[in-house]
C-alpha cells in the first residue's frame, strides 16, 4: 500500500510569490491533515479536510493560506503572497477517521522564503 | 504551560541498554496517545498508539500511560544505532481530530 506522498519536496521562493503544494492522502483515507513545522518549533496543526469539506481549519496562519480537496481525493495548499515567516516544513497527513484516529505523514515539503 | 511537553535532549543511551523516553500533557480530555520516530529530514513515522491506563508492547517498544499523571512514556529495549532519532511524543483530545505535538526528544544510541 503505497503512503501519503507529497509534492514537491522542496520548494525555494522569493516573498510575495505564490506556492501550491500537493498532498495525495493513503488510498481510502477520508480524513486528510495539513501540519506544518517552523525551525525550532514543534508540529503544529493547520487543517482537516472529511472527504472534500473543511471540518477544522482553525491552525490556518492567516488568509494568505488556502487549502482545496477536489473530490476528496488529493489536496492542495496555496501560500498567496508568501512571507518570510512562512517558511519551514509543512507535512500532510491522513488516516481513516476511526475511533482513535491514527495518522499517517507524508514526507513533508520544505518551502523556503527568501 | 505547553500542551505536550518533552524533554529536548540528546539523551545518550549506550546500545543493548534501555531507553526511556517521557511525555507530559495538560489537557485531560486527552484519549488518544502516539509515538512518533522522526529520522532527521524524514517523515514522522507512527510506531506506538496507546489509549489506556497501563503497559502496551510491541517489540523492543513499550508505551506507558498514566492519564491520572497526565504523563505517558516510551521505552526501548535493546537499543540499536538505527534507534538514534528524533522522537515525537502526540496527544489528541476528545474535542476534535487534530493531533498536539512535543517539541521531540532526541535520542542518541552509543555503539
Known amino acids: 500500500e503505497a503512503g501519503v506522498t507529497q509534492f514537491p519536496s522542496h520548494s525555494v521562493i522569493e516573498k510575495g510569490q505564490t506556492v501550491t503544494l500537493r498532498c495525495d492522502p493513503i488510498s481510502g483515507h477520508d480524513n486528510l491533515y495539513w501540519y506544518r513545522r517552523v525551525m525550532g518549533k514543534e508540529i503544529k496543526f493547520l487543517l482537516h479536510f472529511v472527504k472534500e469539506s473543511k471540518q477544522d481549519e482553525s491552525g490556518m496562519p492567516n488568509n494568505r493560506f488556502l487549502a482545496e480537496r477536489t473530490g476528496g481525493t488529493y489536496s492542495t495548499l496555496k501560500v498567496q503572497p508568501a512571507e518570510l515567516e512562512d517558511s519551514g516544513v509543512y507535512f500532510c497527513?491522513?488516516?481513516?477517521?476511526?475511533?482513535?484516529?491514527?495518522?499517517?505523514f507524508g514526507p513533508g515539503t520544505r518551502l523556503t522564503v527568501l | 504551560q505547553k500542551e505536550v511537553e518533552q524533554n529536548s535532549g540528546p539523551l545518550s543511551v549506550p546500545e543493548g541498554a534501555i531507553a526511556s523516553l517521557n511525555c507530559t500533557y495538560s489537557?485531560?480530555?486527552?484519549?488518544?496517545f502516539f509515538w512518533y520516530r522522526q529520522y532527521s529530514g524524514k517523515s514522522p513515522e507512527l510506531i506506538m498508539s496507546i489509549y489506556s491506563n497501563g503497559d502496551k508492547e510491541d517489540g523492543r517498544f513499550t508505551a506507558q500511560l498514566n492519564k491520572a499523571s497526565q504523563y505517558v512514556s516510551l521505552l526501548i529495549r535493546d537499543s540499536q544505532p538505527s534507534d538514534s532519532a528524533t522522537y515525537l511524543c502526540?496527544?489528541?483530545?476528545?474535542?476534535?481530530?487534530?493531533?498536539?505535538f512535543g517539541k521531540g526528544t532526541r535520542l542518541h544510541i552509543l555503539p
Open positions: 489537557d485531560r480530555v486527552s484519549q488518544s
Open positions: 502526540a496527544v489528541n483530545t476528545r474535542r476534535d481530530d487534530k493531533i498536539i
Open positions: 497527513a491522513s488516516s481513516q477517521g476511526r475511533v482513535y484516529n491514527e495518522q499517517f
